[in-house]
């Protein structure tokens, strides 16, 4: 037996144009650091489940959920409903056509609806109507800062606001125009009680100066020179201000400057994007980790960056039909009754994110992590062992994933091709000792792992990956 060394696998998606550069990926696992006293730097979890909370039964997709008081308020397909802790739903209203994508926001006693024509309905719980007031803008969106609601004018850089906590009352004296450039105004957003003007170009920021005369007024000396690719793609909670920018990079912001959070691979796939303008966001917090959730409906795909860690991974859900990776499910974000729950983009049905449910619709999870290129500094070596450390014995009672298997691949040319599958148990329920290795392995100059799971199994996690070698001649 040669050497024995770990192999930098599971922490990060970076697929580069050069396979062989970095070839590594996660799809549907993420990472975590583990303690500095630890002997493993990390360990590699399994992204949560879809557990359904609620099914409206109604078979469309949910457009937008929002929390205002103790309701839960869902847009799925035309109607609106409100949902009580209890999961007791009640239809409010229908509206006149297909809303698409919804942005909504409230005051504590309205909330607003913005659909994808730029039509603007509310309800305070009961009542439900369009929002007539003639002074109202096709609005391109809306938000709310201190009871104000506020739009922003449909292919304009025009904004107004309403009357305090009241959404349907407007008038041409509040409408103003954000001017330090002349690009239209993407997403008006409020964050931490000042409004982000997000432009295709640049971005300004306003705040509430009680100015009797216009509430609003610029930050003196606040002007970004970055814009705004898409408006669904802005997200925030207390850490923060992310979006796509127009260049297609990733940001957050620190203070009033952009800073990059995305990687060089991150931003190709981006760019590959045909249409960014239906790609949305939102941000979740989980066991410690805050993910900034990506997706675009075109393009089929989700991307994920972990806040916590700084670092990327993949999602995907399968498709009942073909059973074939498509996006992930997720639809829109609301965070409540203590509980993360996304709407689904296609049945109606309002999801929990749980992390001890290790299926989505019934449907196992296919997830993967593939290593970077390990390289023998131009030698030729023999691959006698490959060691994967990790929970084990962690087996169904019965049935499906009673006797679980883990599939390895491996490339030796650089990426371009991978072996066939090869499967290892990893221990029925209870043989927490099984060992999980593969031998014999072949000679390369270059070795890149791929390590597959689809087990109804949620609480898998690998710790480390060893590769035992000889080396040849060069």
Known sequence: MGETTPIHFGINTYQSRSRLASSEDLMNLYVEPTPADSFFKSVLYPTPGLKSWLNLDKGNPIYGMEIMRN?????????????????????????ATSPGRVIMTENGQQLTILTESGIMYYTDGTIFGQIADPDVFLSVSTTTLDSFTVNAKLESNEFQYSASNDTTDYSAL??????????????????????????????????????????????NGVFIERGC?????????????????????????????????STYPV??????????NDAFAFIYTQEGHKFYC????????????????????????????????????????????????????????????????????????????????????????????????????????????????????????GGNTLSDELLQPIGALGQYETEVYWTGLGQCRTFIVKLSFSEPISRFAITGVYLNYSIGYS
């Open 174 to 219: 509040k409408n103003e125009f954000v001017t330090g450039a002349s690009d239209n105004i993407v997403r008006t957003f409020a964050d931490h009680r000042e409004l982000w003007h997000f432009k295709q170009r640049t971005i300004e920021v306003w705040y509430n100066s009680a100015n009797p005369a216009f509430t609003f007024e610029r930050i």
């Open 229 to 261: 690719a898409g408006k669904y793609t802005i997200a925030s909670d207390e850490v923060g201000l992310f979006w796509v920018g127009n260049d297609r990079v990733v940001y957050t912001a620190k203070g009033y400057t952009p800073v990059r959070i």
């Open 267 to 276: 931003e190709a796939e981006l760019e590959s994007w045909a249409n960014i």
């Open 71 to 95: 309701s839960l308020y869902v847009v799925c397909g035309l109607e609106v409903y409100k949902v009580s802790t209890s999961k007791v739903f009640t239809l409010l209203g229908t509206m």
């Open 294 to 413: 990506l997706t675009s409906p075109s393009e089929n795909k989700t991307v994920c960056f972990d806040i916590t860690t700084e670092l990327w991974h993949k999602r995907s859900s399968r498709n009942p039909d073909n059973l074939q990776n498509i996006r992930w499910r997720p639809n829109c974000f609301a965070f409540f009754s203590d509980l993360n729950l996304v709407g689904d983009y296609k049945t109606g049905i309002i999801h929990e994110l749980d992390l001890d449910t290790p299926t989505e619709n019934g449907l196992n999870i296919i997830r993967y992590a593939i290593s970077s290129t390990q390289f023998a500094k131009f030698s030729r070596v023999t691959v006698d062992r490959l060691v994967v450390m990790m929970d084990t014995g962690i087996g169904a009672t019965s049935g499906e994933g009673s006797n679980p298997q883990l599939m390895m691949q491996n490339s030796i040319d």
